[in-house]
């Protein structure tokens, strides 16, 4: 009990001032009303009290007085007292002090006076009333207590039954069935009840219960029977009872609980006469039953499902079976015996809400609502509340509703007048429908057209005040569509109606809400009810059958089957039929073709469909080797643009999933914007475009539509601005490019990680070509104002959004060319002027308003010291401008004007074609033809006008503050390279742009260079390319070839574009003028020979990368020579050179990398289809006279007539010829030099001591007769021979009987030299050679002198060389005359030797690789020389071991036949020179100058020749004259006879190498 504590000071002051302040505290207590609450202030004031006198603290007697006069002031009080007392009594009696409970005792003894005992023997333990003495024994108490209660509640009272007393109970029955519609009242009728209940001594129970059965069959009178049974009834209970008894009689077996008792029951329930939780209990089944029923249909529905699914073999028996459980499941579908269903459909028809909600929610979810009866009542129910609101808001204009009569029950649920009114009960009710609301179409239709009202509303009332309110209900109608619209289509039956009216809501949520409504459609709500498993596996069922039997014949009766299946069920179709998809992509074209007949929700929900399955964490995007991307995300792709394209799907969620995903860094999924753009918009990426093409997409827009794509642009008008449409309201566009930009350079750096080389490269270009084309279409589908509304200026594009420059160009391009045409425009309308100039200077003027921000917005790209060599303006201008600026495509024009006239004349000549169908075809070509034409002069006028600004702009354009080599470069790296790899159209600008500024003679732009520049050094350009940028370039490379070739062919177009322009000026050093004397022009002949170096750089760059083995490089110059094929090989010998190494890499690649091998074999038989326009190299560019080719090697790198730009032009050759000497140098001369090696065609010097000692008698023999043989083979095989090479072929059989003939001569006594030797000879050769390639790094002779020597030791050999120009002519190293002759002689034995030039053998691969070891003319591979080698390396290390005691005598005997050797061959060698000298001329035009150039016999006297003059030196110890710095000055007479000898040295070595094929 909750105490009142009382202050200390009243019980220590008791008799003065505690006793006063007690009593008047009391009686402000009882004075006060509180409902009860002042009773509890009482007791707790007595309690407390009470308890200071058990605990001693007061005396029994002043308590005991003020307690008695406490009984005057409440008429209950002596009760009161007792309760504390009998709370007292159970305290004190659980006490273990016994003094305590005595104190109790006396305090209630002496309180006997005032309180009656009657009361303390209701309220005390017997145990405490013995102790009083108010009764005798405590057990005989409570014996009497149990028979008195047992005869109170447990004993029946022997009343009146029917069969004794009929008379009364059929009066009763008489007064209850009579006519009420009179005056008669309940009133009146329950004073005649009671009279009979009186005087018939009937039991008020049973009257009650005939009343109930009266009223049963009488429902329709509820107001009569409500009130009298109100009126007669004592207790609630007991009426349950009554209930009770008549629910319990038809629970039996076969046995219906009639409609009426459930009226009554409900009736009674919703007047509040009883309780619900009273009657519930007499109700069956029990709760856990219902349960437990319900989830025994889900198991049924999910193994149902799983039936459904499986593939079984049907049988007899298990048919049986499953006509068993359909009827089985027919009878349960009528609603069972239950009677709290019973009583819950009851309380729905007459409107108690609040109770039927109560039995709702002890069940399972949509337990009730899932039987039919009880659904439609809860439907009529909202029927009601929903209808003024649907009639004021709902309602279509036009239609008038059906009629519904209200409830005449006053308690019913209210109406809803306002959208704030559904929140109350009406939600509610529409929530415990669920997915059951499919049983009334009309109530269905309402709620959503309610939302609708509700969406207009919401989206045009802006008002702060309601927008919590508003944001509520939203939330309301989207738990709504979740939870009961979306199920309850599931649950219809092919209803396109409810599907369009549903989207006519949905189409107002923002796409987010829909795709996260038809998420919980399609993953949770198939789950949470049986039917919804059942409809789930049906429905897949029956998309399996159609998407088996779809293919292209039948789409449209399988589309129509596809378009009922998807009203209902779209999401489960939808799923199906994507997975299908991804595992066959043929399905694509009919599966679209199939998708004509479904809903706008359809679509949509197709639309959300395809993004979750492009999201599907559980799919990998990469194929297993982890270089290509997956084919099920490339056939979605497909899908997407062909179904977006088709039909009228909402974009805006695919396009922000992609930008989501370059948001994250992933660029897999750009391959679905680009198929969306590309089949939306019209417009193609590709690398593989045809020239035609290529020139059309330099004109405007309609001749890119007609001849710009593979495929005719047709029909995309609408889709195309439904893109737009969608980018623009979605603000996606400028987005998606920063993005793409960004995430090109992301693919490389942060993307890639553990990822294939490859599989980056695809990447990068996919989101390269992507960021192209989808800029392209921004560019020509949006006004000018809203792309310059939403592209930044290019210093931010670059600097705060980090844009690379290309495409940031790339971007702001398109907004260039509009501000200028708007500008030009306001200043043609603002001064009317017509002239021609006129309009030119007003174009200007337009061009210097736009740009000049821009130019100084660039600025800020570039560190300061880039504008030194290039102006603003200059770098601007070239990244500002496209093709269409450039020139006019007219043949391009005229092509497709006469397409059109073509099919106007075929559309004439056609009989088939009705009159009015050629009408409009005519109509529509020559309106076609008209833009075309209009749109050819427009162009060409802009030409004009833009070349006219070029030629006022630049002369600014090119600073000459540095030197021409460093602004060429700055060019090349910050202008020509980036664009020219950007796209295809660009890759042609670039090229064209070149030659457009050296036609405007542009100060301080030197032509020759730049094209030096970019044809020199392609190997790191081209191996840092993927494969798409490879194809760009290699355009590029193919247009600046195409002009390169246009002046090589005519001297005179070359004086007409090149002579007197200051970009072919020889100096390269920026002087502040252009201007020069004739000899700084580069003439015709020169330039030629400038050509035929850019061939042969080309060359040996692509044998280069075609030898390194890796993958890069040998794809892209695959690609690259495919590209500039047209312009590319056109010396025989450099096409020779490459086919080799092409045919290698078929042969290598063939089993290894498809790949290549295919790209390789594409590129050789179109390689042998142009051989037929190669010429040979004497043809390609003239040749000079023998004498001037006499030239020392150190002189003809350095300046000649050809001005300062010899320097330059040859800089690449010597640096490489540096490099081999280093390398040469760095080996040493005691390193062992291997088979190879000494068989290899090493073009630069080598000493001769050792030819003979490596000789072997007994091998030679047979080796020169195999070589013999072999030459044979391969002179007649040589492709390309001239009779000249013929009566060459003659000449060197000649050489080679005379030379066998001596061999034969000093191989008598010959013996097999010891391998030590041979690798000492060796190294002799080596330190010879270093000699020689320091003379040829100018450490100069003596000039004259040595000019006559070298004139006089070449002009032995006229007939066997060819002459050589300059390094700008041809860069052919010319170092000694045996060179040349040696490489002629391997070339006769190889006919695939490295390209074109001596010096390039070691450039091209810094190992002997080619070599005369190489003797087939047939391609033969390097293995099987090598292997050879090998052979003869083991025999020679065989045959040496055991000899190391004869080395004196076998070195005695070698000195001896040497020297025989050598006078026999001096005496041969002057009667040759002297035929030689007369048949030069004859023959100067024989040879080319490649690698192979002379005889393989003066090679070998040469040969000879040094080695015997080095080994002379040696033992001297003094110094090659070629090698001396000194300036040691020689008589012309020595130095012929140093000729001579090493003549002959050199054709002793020569026929030592012939050992070693």
Known sequence: MATLILPGEWIKNWEKSGKHEFVQLCKELTEKTNHGSEIRDIQAALYELCWQVVQGNLKLDLVVTVLGDMMELRDDMPSILADVFSTLDLETAALEEKIKRDHYTQL???????????????????????????????????????????????????????????????????????????????????????????????????????????????????????????????????????????????????????????????????????????IYVHLMPVDVIIIEEHKRDISEAKQIARKLVMVVLPSEKSEDKDKEKEKEEEKNDKPPDNQKLGLLEALLRIGDWHHAQSIMDQMPSFYASSHKAIALALCQLVHLTVDPLYRRAGLPKGARGCVIHPLRNKRAPRPAESFEDLRRDTFSMICYLGPHLSHDAILFAKIVRLGKAFMKEYLSDGRSDVKDKMETLLSCFLSIADQVLLPSLSLMECNACMSEELWGLFKLFPYQHRYRLYGQWKNETYTSHPLLVKVKAQTVERAKYIMKRLTKENVKQSGRQIGKLSHSNPTILFDYMLSQIQWYDNLIVPVVDSLKYLTSLNYDVLAYCIIEALANPEKEKMKHDDTTISSWLQSLASLCGAVFRKYPIELAGLLQYVTNQLKAGKSFDLLILKEVVQKMAGIEITDEMTSEQLEAMTGGEQLKAEGGYFGQIRNTKKSSQRLKDVLLDHELALPLCLLMAQQRNGVVFLESGEKHLKLVGHL????????????????????????????????????????????????????????????????????????????????????????????????????????????????????????????????????????????????????????????????????????????????????????????????????????????????????????????????????????????????????????????????????????????????????????????????????????????????????????????????????????????????????????????????????????????????????????????KICLEEKDKRPDLYALAMGYSGRLKGQKVHMVPENEFHHKEQPARSATPANQQ?????????????????????????????????????????????????????????????????????????????????????????????????????????????????????????????????????????????????????????????????????????????????????????????????????????????????????????????????????KSREREMEKKDSDNTQGRSKEKKEEKDRKERKRDHLLNELEASQESKRRKDENGMNSSKNSKSTSPSCDSPLSAEKEKIKRSKSSSKEKAESVKPERTSSGGKKESRHDKEKSEKKEKRDSSGGKEEKKQYP
């Open 108 to 278: 209630v003894g002496s309180c006997l006076f005032f309180v009656p005992e009657a009361i303390l023997k209701e309220r005390l333990d017997p145990e405490t009333l013995e102790s009083l003495g108010l009764i005798k024994q405590a057990h005989q108490f409570n014996q009497k207590i149990v028979k008195i209660k047992t005869k109170l509640f447990y004993k029946q009272q022997k009343f009146n039954l029917l069969r004794e007393e009929n008379e009364g109970y059929a009066k009763l029955i008489t007064e209850l069935g009579q006519d009420l519609s009179g005056n008669i009242t309940s009133h009146v009728v329950l004073e005649s009840i009671k009279s009979l209940i009186g005087c018939f001594n009937l039991d008020p129970n049973r009257v009650l219960d005939i009343i109930l059965e009266v009223y049963e069959s009488r429902s329709d009178q509820d107001e009569f029977f409500l009130s009298l049974i109100k009126c007669y009834m004592c207790e609630p209970l007991t009426l349950c009872h009554i209930l009770g008894f008549k629910f319990k009689f038809y629970q039996e077996p076969n046995e219906e609980t009639p409609k009426s008792l459930y009226h009554i029951a409900a009736a009674l329930l919703h007047h509040n006469l009883i309780e619900l939780e009273d």
């Open 1197 to 1425: 790198n350095g300046p000649g007539s050809t001005g300062k730009l010899a320097t330059s032009t040859s800089k690449t050759e010597d640096g490489m010829s540096e490099d081999d000497r280093v390398k040469d140098k760095s080996q040493g001369t005691t390193k062992p030099v291997n088979k190879a090696n000494s068989a290899a065609a090493k073009v630069t010097t080598s000493n001769g001591n050792g030819a003979l000692n490596s000789t072997k008698a007994v091998k030679e023999r047979d080796d020169k007769e195999k070589s013999g043989k072999e030459k044979k083979e391969k002179k007649e095989k040589t492709p390309g021979s001239t009779p000249e090479t013929k009566a060459e072929t003659r000449r060197e059989k000649q050489r080679d009987e005379r030379a066998g003939k001596e061999e034969r001569v000093a191989r008598e006594g010959k013996e097999k030299t010891p391998k030590a030797d041979r690798e000492k000879v060796k190294a002799e050769e080596k330190s010879s050679k270093d000699d020689k390639a320091k003379a040829g790094n100018g450490e100069p002779m003596e000039p004259s002198r040595e000019r006559d020597a070298i004139k006089e030791s070449k002009s032995k050999e006229k007939g066997d060389r060819s002459a050589v120009a300059g390094s700008l002519k041809s860069p052919v190293p010319r170092l000694e005359s045996a060179e040349s002759e040696r490489d002629h002689k391997r070339r006769k034995l190889d006919s695939h030797s490295s390209p074109s030039h001596s010096s390039s053998v070691k450039d091209n691969s810094n190992e002997p690789k080619e070599s005369t070891s190489k003797h087939h003319a047939n391609y033969n591979s390097v293995t099987r020389s």
């Open 764 to 1143: 990068y270009d996919q989101c390269h070509d992507t960021l192209v084309q989808f800029g392209g279409f921004l560019a020509s589908n949006l006004s000018t104002e809203d792309y310059i509304k939403r592209v930044p200026s290019i210093d931010i594009l670059c600097n705060q959004f980090h844009t690379p420059h290309d495409a940031a160009f790339f971007l702001s391009r398109p907004m260039y060319a509009h501000q200028i045409l708007s500008k030009y425009d306001e200043l043609k309308k603002a001064e009317k002027g017509n002239r021609q100039q006129q309009k030119v200077h007003k174009y200007v003027a337009a061009c210097e308003l736009v740009m000049t921000p821009v130019h100084e917005a660039v600025v800020s790209l570039h560190p300061a010291r880039v504008w030194d060599d290039l102006r603003p303006q200059f770098y601007a201008t070239f990244w500002s401008l496209t093709m269409y600026d450039l020139a006019v495509p007219h043949s391009a024009y005229e092509r497709e004007v006469n397409k059109l006239k073509v099919q106007i004349k075929a559309i004439e000549e056609n009989p088939e074609i009705p009159l009015n169908k050629k009408k409009k075809e005519k109509e529509r070509c020559t309106a076609l033809q008209e833009k075309l034409q209009e749109e050819e002069k427009k162009q060409l006028e802009h030409v004009q006008r833009v070349l006219h600004r070029l030629k006022l702009e630049k002369d600014n354009w090119l600073l000459a503050k540095s030197t021409k080599n460093e602004t060429i470069t700055k060019f090349l790296q910050l202008c020509l390279f980036p664009r020219c790899i950007f796209s295809s159209i660009d890759a042609v600008y670039c090229a064209r742009f070149v030659e457009l500024v050296h036609q405007q003679k542009t100060p301080n732009f030197c032509t020759l260079l730049c094209y030096d520049r970019v044809f020199s050094a392609i190997i790191y350009t081209v191996a840092s390319c993927t494969e798409n940028e490879s194809h760009r370039y290699g355009r590029f490379l193919c247009c600046m070839l195409e002009t390169v070739t246009r002046w090589h062919s005519d001297r005179a177009i070359y004086e007409k574009e090149c002579v007197n322009y200051p970009g072919f000026l020889t100096i390269f050093r920026a002087t502040g003028f252009d201007g020069g004397n004739k000899a700084d022009q580069l003439d015709y002949e020169n330039f030629r020979h400038v050509v035929h170096k850019w061939h042969y750089m080309l060359t040996k760059a692509s044998v280069h990368c075609l030898e390194t083995g890796d993958y890069t490089h040998i794809r892209n110059i695959l690609i690259v020579l495919t590209k500039i094929l047209p312009c590319y090989p056109k010396v025989l010998n450099l096409g020779q050179a490459l086919e080799c190494r092409v045919h």
